[in-house]
């Protein structure tokens, strides 16, 4: 069993940065890839990135694009979500997940262990 945390959370103004963190215990998460995806009020949960399991290969929305950086430290079993010029729409609860093999997979049921979120709102 997998439990992630996900921290990093919070209210930032538009063109902001945060970057959020999901720290993984129980077991490692170095064989997995990782996914971050997030849910707005009134609206379906959505892939936003992905990592593979070492770190090498990483896929983003296309909203998102340019913008965020996934990043991960398998000694730390963490991995990051560098969201930089945030804008008003990238509100939302996000969640990290551990997809159940090593190559990023986009459909969140390929995913089988998922934290319980934190809130990023960005204020225009």
């Known amino acids: 069993q997998v439990q992630l945390v996900e921290s990093g959370g919070g209210l930032v103004q538009a063109g902001g940065s945060l970057r959020l963190s999901c720290a993984a215990s129980g077991r490692t998460l170095s064989s997995r890839a990782m996914g971050w995806f997030r849910q707005a009020p009134g609206k379906e949960r959505e892939f936003v990135g992905g990592?593979?399991?070492?770190?090498?290969?990483?896929y983003y929305a296309d909203s998102v694009k340019g913008r965020f950086t996934i990043s991960r430290d398998n000694a730390k079993n963490t991995v990051y979500l560098q969201m930089n010029s945030l804008k008003p729409e990238d509100t939302a609860v996000y969640y990290c997940?551990?997809?159940?093999?090593?190559?990023?997979?986009?459909?969140?049921?390929?995913?089988?262990?998922w934290g319980q979120g934190t809130q990023v709102t960005v204020s225009s």
């Open positions: 990592i593979n399991w070492n770190g090498q290969q990483s």
């Open positions: 997940a551990a997809d159940r093999g090593i190559g990023v997979g986009i459909p969140s049921s390929v995913y089988v262990y």
